[in-house]
Every structure is written in C-alpha cells, then in structure tokens.
C-alpha cells in the first residue's frame, strides 16, 4: 500500500473532501489510474466532485512531487501515487496494464560511459514491455 494519505497530511496539504477522495483512489500498490478512471471511482465516494477538480488535483500532486504521471505508447496518461520508492514499470503491449517493478542492480550502470555522450545523467527511466497473464 502506498503511503501517499500520510504524505500529504504530513505535508499540510489542505485536504478538502475533493481532494481526500482523489488521494483515497489514487492511494495503493501498482495504481495506474488515468484521469478518468479517478474520476469515476471519485463519484463513487463523493458524487458531486468535477471532473476538472480531479484534473486539477491530479496537476497539483504531480507539481508536489507526490504521484508521477506515467505515459506508456499513445495511450492516457496514468497517475502512479507511488513517488517516493524508486521503480520501474511492466506494461502489458495488449490491454495497457501496468505493474510496479522492483528490480535490483544500478540502471544507471548499464549506460556505459562511451554511451553517456558527456551528459551528467541524473535519473533513468525503464519501462518493460510484455503481455499480461489475462493478455495471453
């Protein structure tokens, strides 16, 4: 389970009964949720809430830091609440699911030197690509 309730109480974020319910969806392990999906499961809880208050908020915890916004092919943007753990994805090329992965290594020492072109590489980016056991 994610932590991201705890984070932003932690923060002091101001947390409006729009904004809990959208931090409620989004919180947990391997969420990829896009924009629309928090919506729908967000009217599920709180019936009023906008679909441009889940798309602001939505800015506002990527701005924070505190989900990362996933882009896998041509498909939506998905939220990932998982900010804080470094990971990486496995995303199914059929239907579009995404796991989080843990692997074990440094990434950045795959790149060799003579691949770094002089850049002072700061973070690194894998994403896996299969077809999920449904897929299959």
């Not at 309730?5 to 969420?31: C, K, N, P, Y």
């Not at 990829?32 to 939505?58: G, Q, W």
């Not at 800015?59 to 498909?75: H, K, M, N, P």
């Not at 770094?116 to 449904?134: A, K, Q, W």
């Amino acid at each position: 389970m994610s932590d991201l309730l705890e984070r932003l109480r932690g923060r002091g974020w101001r947390m409006t009964a729009q904004r809990r319910v959208v931090a409620e969806v989004l919180d947990g392990e391997h969420v990829h949720l896009t924009a629309d999906e928090v919506h729908a499961r967000a009217v599920v809880k709180l019936p009023e809430i906008s679909r441009a208050t889940v798309y602001n908020t939505l800015g506002e915890l990527v701005s924070l830091g505190e989900v990362i916004e996933v882009a896998t092919d041509r498909r939506a943007k998905r939220y990932d609440p998982n900010a804080h753990r470094p990971h990486q994805h496995l995303v199914c090329a059929r239907c579009g699911a995404i796991r989080d992965v843990h692997p074990t290594g440094n990434p950045l020492a795959a790149l060799p030197d003579s691949e770094r072109f002089g850049f002072t590489i700061s973070d690194v980016e894998v994403t896996y690509r299969g077809v999920c056991p449904n897929c299959a």
